[in-house]
């Protein structure tokens, strides 16, 4: 693999980015040893920060946030001024592809995402297509000022939804609790649930590539729903999909550099072994699952090929006060064990991260009661 | 142990019950051989049917309906005229004991139930007590006027929340999707949770108890929130107090028969191994667990220990055409394999339910389907 593609693909902007400052992530995703582990939270711009939600005001609606480039790249880079955290992730939302695809998408005050024209039928189904990623022109142009002003403090990672999670959203029309829409279309026409996850996953993929193109420095792919299907369905479903879109990344940013890839299923520690053959680096798991377990089934032995595991604790963990935190932060790394310290060889590697999103209630002093946590005990576990 | 302890237990009802003409379930639960793969579905009486919705309009209210025990016993008998199922349950709530602490349920309209006074500090959590079981002298009085009315056609499953899940009631005072104030108790004064878990499994118990000697013939704990924990508080907050319910609950009903003990963790599957460990007959599965993986781990073998396995087909199915919802009874069936069919032994059974109550919106008329595929089938595999 070449060491800088710059040149190789013409689509790529030629743009050069500070060189990185702290590779910690990077490497711990790549199964590499660090002197600590390394830390981001899910939705760690959010809510909980009162600078984020002022911002959010000036901006006029979340989506008003999402796709002006300079309020998205001002969020984003929020929580890094308050906390050592070791990623920054773009800020966006998992359905800006639908929303490109023509659905409508649109945040009403106090209630979650909503498309204004779900799909429900074959008609709306074979209207589906790969959007121009020119209507996503504010994504990947977000990517790249938030690279620029990052100035190399850590790496940046790209997102989108999963297929599977997609077509959740694209058949309810909104958020759900029993998924009956989308599991009716899966049982009654599987054809049609499948048209739409085939396209889907194109479509992930190209927008995955054009974050990449754009300066992203990893990716993940969020399975927020996967974790609702019925056994085999999950297979057929969502994680063959999830395949799909990662045969399908570009394995190299503009950098040269290789672009870890990030899977994480919500509620898919029952199928750890189905996603080991993920061609991925890095498995996501929440706090359903013990972390030993997880490393003893995917992470691998020192010099052997395994996953790096991310997670994976309840972010309601963040309301108990400051010992408790430190406690709670000391039991997810000791479940995980010891990372291997041999800088010659790959060996198992976690991540530290919540086992989902940030609440918007979180006290903010808190969540640096638990970032030290994790650089200290982790140091310490090294030592 | 005695085949008839009527007179070994001075509080116990006298009555005289009709013998049981279908016992599939109750020797599936002990892991007997049967014909066929009994099945009953988790709210089989409900609002997918038009008589009980014509019942509930007469009773003006949710709660109207559960305290009146000749409305119980009509909607609890309503899903056995049209299908042919192998069990009834009780109809009720599982919030039925926190109410009778006195934290006053109510069903608003179109929404789910509502605690008047939620149990959130410490001096609510002092107060909390064992009821008094006049107080839901409601329930046993409908246990017993359904079991009369069944007349022995199959047998009557007596049911209540597991103590972690009553807890997250009482503290959230309604439903929830982050259980944020329940796991702020927990993280922050797991003292205050643990003492609230200890009332709430010596009330389970006390009422499983009084449903037992009312003519229950096997008892379900709905642990409906346990999998929203945790790994770690998951075996410390719901799996140690349902196993204390467990430990305290009679062994046999007022007829002398032995009363199985029935455990649902929803999400739970990751936990099968540590829920093995339960003093109960029955674990049951949602459909994210596969049957064939949860037989290897805790169905044991013929002439062994062991547990039944109960569910797990995504209730969703039922929104597909019968030749779909046939081809998943088949596949649910199939990932169990063949019960064992040696008379003389225990050995694996399943007991066919779906992994989650049934939907309001189910088709009346697919469940018919659903219920004649099982028995078809089953049949078929033990040829």
């Known amino acids: 693999m070449p060491c800088d593609n710059r040149s190789m693909s013409p689509d790529r902007t030629p743009t050069t980015f500070a060189p990185l400052q702290n590779d910690s992530f990077l490497r711990a995703c790549l199964r590499q040893a660090t002197d600590h582990t390394p830390v981001w939270l899910m939705r760690q711009a959010g809510r909980y920060l ?52 023509g659905l409508g998408l649109s945040f009403a005050q106090g209630e979650g ?12 189904v074979a209207k589906l297509a790969v959007p121009d990623m020119d209507k996503l022109r ?37 958020g759900s609790d029993d998924y009956r829409l989308v599991k009716s279309m899966l049982y009654s026409r599987p054809d049609l649930m499948h048209r739409m996850l085939h396209v889907n996953a194109d479509a992930v993929a190209t927008y995955l590539n054009a974050q990449i193109d754009a300066g992203a420095q990893a990716v993940m792919i969020f399975d927020s729903w996967g974790g609702v299907l019925a056994d085999g369905a999950f297979q057929a479903f969502s994680l063959a999909y999830t395949a799909r879109v990662l045969t399908k990344l570009k394995r190299t940013g503009v950098d040269g550099q290789i672009v870890p890839r990030i899977v994480f299923t919500k509620g898919g520690g029952l199928w750890l072994k189905d996603m080991n053959t ?15 377990t997880a490393r003893s089934l995917v992470g691998g032995e020192v010099g052997g090929p395994g996953k790096a595991l991310q997670g994976n604790i309840d972010p309601n963990v963040l309301f108990a006060p400051p010992a408790a935190i430190r406690a709670e932060v000391i039991r997810v790394l000791e479940s995980f064990g010891k990372p291997h310290t041999d800088t010659a060889t790959a060996g198992p590697t976690q991540i530290f991260n919540l086992g989902h999103g940030i609440s918007q209630y979180t006290p903010p002093e808190h969540v640096a009661d638990l970032v030290a946590a994790v650089h200290e ?6 030592a």
């Not at 005990?377 to 090294?382: G, K, L, T, Y």
């Open 278 to 292: 993920l061609e991925c680096e890095v498995l996501g798991l929440d706090w359903t699952m013990n972390l030993g």
């Open 377 to 382: 005990h982790s140091r310490q576990q090294r």
């Open 113 to 124: 995402p909503r498309f204004a024209t779900p799909v429900r039928d074959e008609a709306a």
């Open 50 to 101: 009162p600078e984020y939600c002022a911002t959010r005001a000036r901006a006029g609606s979340f989506m008003g946030l999402a796709t002006n480039v300079d309020y998205a790249t001002e969020v984003t880079l929020q929580p890094l001024a308050r906390y050592p955290l070791d990623a920054a992730i773009l800020f966006s939302d998992i359905l800006t592809v639908p929303d490109a695809m």
């Open 138 to 174: 504010y994504v990947t142009d977000a990517v790249t000022s938030i690279r620029k002003a990052l100035n190399g403090r850590v790496p940046l990672i790209g997102f989108s939804g999963s297929p599977w999670t997609l077509a959740c959203y694209m058949v309810e029309g909104k």
